[in-house]
């Protein structure tokens, strides 16, 4: 008898709980994130932030520099030792409630059951290696591939992408990482790509796509989609002859300033501002 009571115990417990997990889903939910000790928040993100990022994730994807895959990050407005990004769901179909805060070793403060991009580790590594950086796009336009793996370099072929002149390295994760599946998946292919990176606007990543970054999310979203222009204006004129005229170091010089991208980017957000509602 009293074996059956022993039995049947444990059964009733495990139904009790059961139930239990059903009507405070939430709570049991929340468990987990206080087992693993996430970081904590920076508080409430800017709306208008949010709003923008939302945007930047639209129009990285109608320009065609994002499709189904990469992502676009900003410094949180209240520490700089947190960003925000979307958990992963494709650019495209980005909205405020799919949006992260992240620490800079890409800890999420508030996961839940989201999934975070793998890629998470291109964003904080950049931003712990540079101060100066509100924002980073990473992106797999076909258009830059070529460069990442031909040997030549990519080029400031017109004034629009003159950025491209403060030079934009190749990143060759096979110097880091031997074989590998190209994903920069863990902090140390992070901080070895921001190594590549040092203090320029983009670097190129053989084989796989690219990284740009900016003081803001106009101006990483601006050179990202300048970024895809210019390498098939170069592409192009490489095709139609050998004798490319590029822009010179002191234009790119003179040039300085015109990628904050502002009045595009109020025309970018227009066209995309429909879509978002
Ligand atoms: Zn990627």
Same mark, same amino acid.
């Given at each position: ?8 115990? @444990? ?10 997990? *059903? ?15 996430? #970081?904590? /928040?920076?508080?409430?993100?800017? #709306? ?12 990285? *994807? ?17 520490? @700089?030792? $947190? ?7 494709? #650019?495209?179909?980005?909205? *405020? ?48 591939? #070529? ?47 921001? $190594? ?19 003081? /803001? ?10 970024? =895809?222009?210019?390498?098939?204006? =170069?592409? =192009? ?41």
């Amino acid at each position: 008898m009293a074996d059956n009571k022993s039995i049947a115990r @444990p059964g009733t417990r495990r139904d009790f709980l059961a139930a239990f997990a *059903a009507l405070t889903g939430s709570m049991l939910v929340g468990l987990p994130t206080r087992l693993r000790a996430e #970081p904590a /928040s920076a508080g409430p993100a800017d #709306p208008h932030l949010i709003e923008d990022l939302v945007a930047a994730n639209r129009i990285l *994807a109608a320009e065609s520099v994002v499709d189904g895959y990469g992502h676009v990050s900003v410094r949180h407005d209240k520490d @700089p030792n $947190r960003y925000l990004i979307a958990r992963s769901v494709a #650019p495209e179909l980005v909205t *405020a409630a799919d949006i992260l805060e992240l620490d800079l070793d890409s800890n999420a403060v508030d996961l839940r059951e989201r999934k975070m991009y793998l890629e998470r580790f291109i964003h904080g590594e950049i931003y712990k290696a540079r101060p100066d950086v509100k924002s980073v796009v990473h992106h797999h336009s076909a258009a830059v591939i #070529p460069f990442g793996v031909s040997g030549v370099p990519l080029r400031p072929i017109y004034h629009m992408a003159a950025f491209i002149g403060l030079g934009v390295p190749v990143f060759e994760i096979r110097d880091v990482a031997g074989m590998t599946d190209l994903l920069v998946k863990t902090p140390e292919l992070g901080k070895a790509l921001a $190594r590549t990176l040092g203090d320029k606007p983009a670097a190129l990543m053989r084989g796989h796509g690219a990284v740009v970054v900016g003081e /803001s999310l106009a101006m990483a979203v601006g050179r990202s989609i300048y970024l =895809q222009m210019d390498a098939r204006l =170069q592409a =192009q004129a490489m095709a139609l002859g050998d004798h490319v005229t590029y822009l010179e170091p002191g234009e790119v010089e003179k040039l300085r300033g015109l990628d904050s991208y502002d009045r595009a980017w109020e025309l970018w957000k227009r066209k995309v501002a429909g879509a978002m509602k």
